[in-house]
């Protein structure tokens, strides 16, 4: 895991990281819900380990909750994509995490398995009304999940505001080229 | 036609070459089963001598397997996934061993634990004595066999994906929740070949062995120091118990590809394969 050189990182009254104050909370010590690009699904446990090695007891509710409760028997190996981002969420969610933080949950996927990921996030995130920082180089996807948007490239933060707002008012031709769809812009 | 001869050519020499080879190889083996008719050779396995020697290599083995298991797999961990300044150097030192002539490794244990040695000189005025005794034995082996082990588990550990520790990090597991749940599943198949390279390493280990342990009939004489004893005396049983050494060397070597082929197939089937590797740790 990396470390920043410098910030903060605040979630309520909890300071988990302050450079200038020298504080660094362990991973584990935080309350984030952390779901990496390829889920990071334990191969060798079934489904209902997976959760139980999160939340530390059975929580067959958690299963139900995301919809793979028939798969608790199951190994990651044996899952479709979006069968496992799903179990991937319960599983954070064992954590009774303070955040949720999605990477790229749209990274290298294919058309159909997109739209399945998608529909089942559009449905749990906002079912659970966690926090959630949802990292993606899709415009589209972000328009369609996030209630703000927050646009960085190469490590500057560009602008942030909903879609609406990035696409009316863009600051920068970055931010045009990103927010607009690309039948609407004009010719070069 | 040119190519034809070509192509036949080079197809004989294949052949020649490969069966050299192999020939070279099998041979002295070969030598050994067939030198006496099979009753001849059950009933040097049964000999005094020889159950003796097989008593002792197995104690000590088992014994120095259990210490370097546990002793062996939470440092090949640390050393694994730890980044330190000076890393590489620890691990040159950890596989320093595995080069040191064996004779040259009984000579070091001697000095450093024999009765006038580094460490010896204090322990022999509590009135321990190390060398020379079943526990030298167990010493000579943890040195020249454990880093055997070390040098695999520290590969095997390294291949586990760091993506997956991190998130368990994230999951609340701090770092022993992390080794035990975690990174041993994942590195079991490494960690078993390892520990049988091991192994087969210990049974035949000799020159540290009779430098520093001697061999005492009963006490110190393994395996491989009972057939040098016999050698000159009773060829016929030292050859019986060089077949018993090789059928156990045979069968570990054929226990560690299970668990090779095991832990790939395993591997396969995760979201994130790893690579399989049992050479050197970087």
Redesign the interface.
Known sequence: ?ERPQQGRVRVGDELWFDAARGVNL???R?G???L?Q???????MTVAENIR??A?RERPDLLTQVGVEHLAGL????LSGGE?QRVALA??L??EPAVLLLDEPFGALDAITRGEIRRALEENLSRLALPTLLVTHSFEDAAALAARIAVLDRGRLLQVGTAAELRRNPADATVAALAMPAAAQPPM | MRRAIARVALAVTATALCSLVLGFLILPVAALLTYQPIPALVEGFGADIATEAVLVSLKTNVIALALILGLGTPFAFILARLRFPGRPVVITLVELPLVTPPAVAGLGLLVAYGRAGLLGGSLATLGIEIAFSQLAVIIALLFVAGPFYLRGAIAAYEAVDENLLDVASTLGAGPLRRMVNIATPLAAGGLGAAAAVAFARGIGEFGATILFAGSLRGTTQTLPLAVYSLFEVNLDQAIAIGVLLILVSAAVLLTSKLLIARWAHSKSISPSGAELSLSSPS
């Open positions: 895991m362990r991973p584990e935080r984030v819900g952390y990496p390829e889920y990071g699904l334990f191969p060798q090695f999160a530390r190994r990651p190996g044996e496992r599983r954070a064992g954590r």
